[in-house]
């Protein structure tokens, strides 16, 4: 009996714990994730790093991506970013920049923080994580041999190699004179580049938000026409628009039955008979009343789920309690769901369920119980369809 105080107990301080995320209408609201489609597009800036103040080597960039949530946490895209590449070099005093076009597609991998740290909930208006992938970038129309980008009076094909080789090297010997635009390039040059970031998203409609992201791109050396031993690097930040296909989930609200109790996660119908005494030769005998429990089930299923096995252990306590008494098991299913055959297959399980539970777990012979299975009979115990998935225990 002291182990049965306990297991209740326990039972009624973990419904205790479920209510707090009830509804003030008193519901308790679940989400299920479901798999979805996205795309998004994005404006904003790219910041090459370069021998430039911050700022003097930003340009405007784009990006647009496809991509698919697996998980609440974890995701994949294909993104395609580019524009407008600067660069820039400082000789003596002075400050020269020149530009070029590139697109970088990549394939990245998302994992959300939010949901990973604070669990799934798709009524947030922000949400937010981390990203990395690879791919490549696509590069043309290098500027830096165009001697109008320098201002430089010389009539050389390639105006920065000239004039490093021979005016800022010129008091050391010609086979030592170092050339850091001996990486300069022209034509299409393809490369490969590494990208991570950050992201946030701000929920404006069902379907829509409003991302902002941050990203660092990693390239070989060479990028920017300049040798430095070291990889090139540029940064780019977007604010744009992301659309997902479908809802992403689906949202279910279950009601609560207020019973005055701190279990109030528990739906049930509490039928109770004040006990009666019973005078035969004088004598006052009192009988207990009998007890109900109701033990509902989800649709289509036919496992007891832990709040609803609390009905079960109280079941269990009356008839330890009452060594006399026994209990009849109903199983009823929805008639409004499923067909004939499912339904009173359901109803049996049902009962059968709780049935081995009170066998099972605590203890209660066999003999002592009574299974019934009602299947979609025409004239359900209750009006409302989610009420009729139960099994009705009755112990007297």
């Not at 035969?280 to 005998?285: A, D, P, S």
């Not at 019934?372 to 009420?387: C, F, N, R, V």
């Amino acid at each position: 009996m002291k182990i049965n105080r306990i297991f209740l107990s326990a039972s009624i301080a973990l419904a205790g714990l479920c209510a707090s995320a009830q509804t003030a209408g008193g519901e308790v609201v679940e989400y299920t994730f479901q798999p979805h489609w996205y795309v998004q597009g994005q404006v904003g800036l790219q910041e090459t790093l370069g021998e430039a103040s911050f700022g003097r080597l930003a340009s405007f960039n784009a990006q647009v991506a496809g991509g698919y949530n697996f998980s609440p946490v974890f995701g994949a895209r294909l993104a395609l970013n580019g524009w407008t590449s600067k660069a820039g070099m400082q000789v003596y005093e002075q400050k020269y920049k020149w530009k070029w076009s590139y697109l970088s597609p990549t394939v990245d991998l998302t994992v959300d923080l939010v949901n990973l740290l604070g669990g799934y909930n798709p009524e947030r208006w922000v949400t937010g994580g981390v990203f990395a992938g690879v791919g490549a970038n696509i590069a043309w129309n290098n500027g830096n041999g165009d001697l109008s980008n320098f201002n430089l009076d010389m009539n050389h094909a390639n105006g920065v190699n000239a004039y490093l080789k021979n005016l800022v090297y010129a008091d050391m010997p010609a086979g030592n004179r170092p050339n850091p635009l001996r990486n300069i390039w022209d034509g299409t040059k393809a490369r490969f580049v590494g990208q991570f970031g950050v992201f946030a998203d701000f929920k404006v409609a069902k379907r829509v938000k409003i991302g902002i992201e941050l990203q660092a791109n990693v390239l070989p050396d060479g990028y920017n026409s300049k040798k430095a031993g070291n990889a090139d690097w540029y940064f780019n930040g977007y604010v744009g628009v992301k659309y997902t296909f479908g809802s992403g989930y689906k949202k279910e609200a279950r009601k609560l039955v207020d019973q005055n109790s701190s279990v109030t996660d528990v739906v049930e119908r509490i039928v109770e008979v004040p006990v009666e005494k019973i005078v035969v030769k004088e004598v006052i005998k009192e009988v207990p009343a009998p007890l109900t429990r109701n033990v509902f089930f989800k649709i289509s299923k036919t496992v007891i789920t832990k709040d609803q096995m609390y009905n079960v252990a109280e079941i269990a306590s009356y008839l330890k309690a009452n060594p006399d008494a026994k209990v009849t098991v109903t199983g009823y299913a929805d008639k409004g769901t499923g067909s004939m055959s499912l339904n009173l297959r359901l109803a049996k399980e049902r009962a059968q369920a709780v049935v081995e539970a009170l066998t099972g777990k605590f203890g209660i012979d066999s003999s002592r119980i009574i299974s019934k299975s009602m299947g979609e009979i025409e004239d359900q115990p209750y009006g409302e369809p989610e009420l009729n998935r139960v099994s009705i225990c009755v112990a007297e």
